[in-house]
């Protein structure tokens, strides 16, 4: 039980995206230091040029590389590759603003086409994108390549612990939820009560308003029953049920409002589908095309 409490506490302590962040600081993994706003969540935002892996080594040692290595490197680092060797090594080693190459604008990874789709493709157990490598996955799709291959991987590595850990949370909720229901079953079968219909009675408008108000917060909900005289009107276990379903209704309707209500967020869903069928579509093309040249050899 205690171990839900933290990965809920863990979860819930970020920000409130809709999707889901990082839910555990691991002590042995290196800091981003390029998004230290976000150093629970883990996803970087900034720009994609602020980010260079440091040279580990020295001059005499990359004076010692071809031309064409010291072409390799600064590309990796998105830095200008034109001039002789001399200048080349001293680009890698003490870049200036001037020495990178301008790049488009890149979506923040937070609300990304790109990190949508890597939910979807994480959520689907059944797919082939779990057997890629991180560094296929960032291959596969021109969206995950708009990002650093180093910090794309490990977005993908928290986003996927945040998944599993959401999971957790999920099945044991419904857990507590089937007790609780079996609970209420067993008090039901002990005695045969009737009661008006929930949904014609002045209650359940009453309930709805003192849910918005706050008004059952810190009291059991026989205490909270006692409050009004149309609550009596039902079994306490009737009652509680309605509580849980009127706080469920309340907690997710904002939601659908939102979601029913923007179309922006229907044209990004579309997108990030089409691009997931796209990607299913390349990589069983690439796996007929491998299973044809197996045969023809």
């Not at 039980?1 to 933290?6: G, H, I």
């Not at 009675?201 to 706050?214: C, F, S, T, V």
Request: aromatic share 8%.
């Amino acid at each position: 039980m205690f171990a839900f409490a933290r990965i809920r506490e863990a979860v819930e302590s970020g920000d409130n995206d809709e999707e889901f962040d990082n839910v555990d600081d691991d002590p042995n993994q290196e800091e981003d230091e390029s998004c230290g706003c976000e150093s629970r969540i883990g996803f970087d935002d900034g720009d994609i040029n602020d980010f260079i892996e440091d040279i580990t080594e020295s001059e005499a040692e990359l004076m010692g590389y071809t031309v064409a290595q010291l072409k390799i490197k600064l590309a990796e680092r998105g830095l200008i590759q034109t001039g002789r060797k001399p200048e080349l090594v001293q680009r890698l080693l003490n870049p200036q603003p001037s020495d990178f190459k301008l790049k488009p604008k890149v979506e923040p990874w937070k609300n990304s086409k790109a990190k949508a789709l890597l939910i979807r493709l994480l959520r689907d157990k059944s797919s082939a994108f779990h057997l890629l490598s991180p560094e296929k996955a960032w291959e596969s799709s021109e969206w995950f390549k708009a990002y650093p291959k180093n910090r794309f991987i490990n977005n993908m590595k928290n986003l996927k612990r945040a998944l599993e850990a959401r999971e957790l949370i999920v099945a044991n909720d419904n857990e507590i939820i089937e007790a609780e229901i079996a609970s209420l079953r067993k008090l039901e079968q002990g005695t045969i009560r009737e009661c008006p219909q929930w949904h014609d009675h002045d209650a359940a408008r009453l309930l709805e308003e003192d849910l918005k108000n706050g008004l059952n917060k810190g009291m059991t909900p026989l205490e909270f029953q006692q409050t009004r005289e149309e609550y009596l009107t039902f079994p306490c276990d009737v009652f509680r049920k309605h509580i849980y379903q009127e706080e469920r209704k309340q907690r997710e309707m904002p939601m659908k409002i939102s979601k029913r209500n923007n179309i922006a967020e229907k044209q990004h869903k579309h997108a990030v589908e089409e691009e997931e069928a796209r990607w299913h579509a390349e990589q069983e093309h690439d796996d007929l095309v491998n299973e044809m040249a197996s045969l023809m050899v």
